[in-house]
């Protein structure tokens, strides 16, 4: 499996402003090469370009967390918790792999949750690949997800956790937040994979801001003219972030606006909900690849 990653924030920063990621957090790990990239990892890159890619081969995890911006108001970074889960999920699958006690995506989660003591919460969607077995084993909590493309149509995707509109199930600490969802709620998911399929792992900002169909047919059109999986999830979060700034345009978050009691109103008076949902984008694209050798790049 080759992945590429692309992480867009929502908010650039200012002259003499140090970089950040934002709220979410991503990790690409592979265990032939016992290596593993981050959100931390990759944020010496961003001195030229506040935004950050990252390529691996032969990869065996992947994941990525929306870290809860309500956490802000009290004064926490939203975003830490979301990086220190990822980091801390990853590298609890790339140590067990292929020992007698491996874990799995939704085990790598309760052990992350467990030992992971800093405020907040973030949703998650982690999965794992066997190159072996083609095995896909996945774990999805909140609004994050995936979907996997076989010959242009969708044969698996994740379905969002919501407690309701704008609300998704999330992570934390037990210990300082026991109001917290647990990892055991996460769904599950299972299937093998063939070659030439098509993953998209990604945060909501990218699921609210660019319908289905249209994620399908640009990663689809960009992998098969020759795009890397790096710039397949670039263009994939360069429209979803175009789309976000766009207040005429019909997206995801603008239909799911339309169906709840605080928006009729407005359909009353004979307005229509347009527009995206300003959000920091993360974006996975990976391929199944015959033979793949363990390449970091």
Do not use: C
């Amino acid at each position: 499996l080759n992945a590429g990653a692309f992480v867009r924030p929502k908010v650039l920063p200012g002259l003499g402003q140090q970089p950040n990621l934002g709220e979410d957090a991503f990790f690409l790990a592979s265990l032939g090469r016992k290596t593993m990239l981050t959100s931390k990892t990759q944020m010496g890159k961003m001195d030229k370009t506040p935004y950050v890619s990252a390529s691996l081969q032969d990869v065996s995890a992947v994941g990525v967390a929306d870290g809860v911006g309500g956490w802000r108001e009290a004064g926490i970074d939203p975003g830490e918790y979301s990086k220190q889960l990822m980091y801390v999920t990853g590298e609890a699958l790339l140590l067990t792999d292929g020992a007698q006690n491996s874990l799995g995506p939704q085990d790598a989660m309760k052990f992350a949750q467990a030992t992971t003591q800093v405020p907040g919460t973030t949703t998650a969607s982690v999965f794992s690949f066997n190159k072996s077995t083609l095995a896909f084993n996945a774990a999805n909590l909140g609004d994050s997800g995936f979907l996997i493309i076989r010959k242009g149509e969708i044969v698996l995707q994740s379905e969002p956790q919501l407690h309701e509109f704008n609300m998704p199930f999330q992570l934390g600490s037990l210990e300082l937040d026991p109001t917290s969802n647990t990892a055991e709620e996460a769904d599950v998911y299972t299937t093998k994979l063939k070659s030439g399929d098509i993953l998209v792992l990604a945060t909501d900002g990218l699921f609210d801001n660019l319908h289905t169909e249209d994620i399908v047919k640009t990663v689809t059109t960009q992998l098969r003219d020759g795009a890397k999986p790096a710039k397949a999830a670039r263009i994939l979060a360069d429209r979803a972030f175009s789309n976000s700034m766009d207040k005429k345009i019909t997206t995801p978050w603008s239909k799911a606006m339309s169906t709840e009691m605080f928006s009729r109103w407005k359909r009353v008076f004979g307005k229509r909900i347009r527009g995206g949902k300003r959000d920091d984008i993360t974006v996975i694209v990976g391929v199944v690849v015959a033979d793949a050798q363990p390449k970091l790049r």
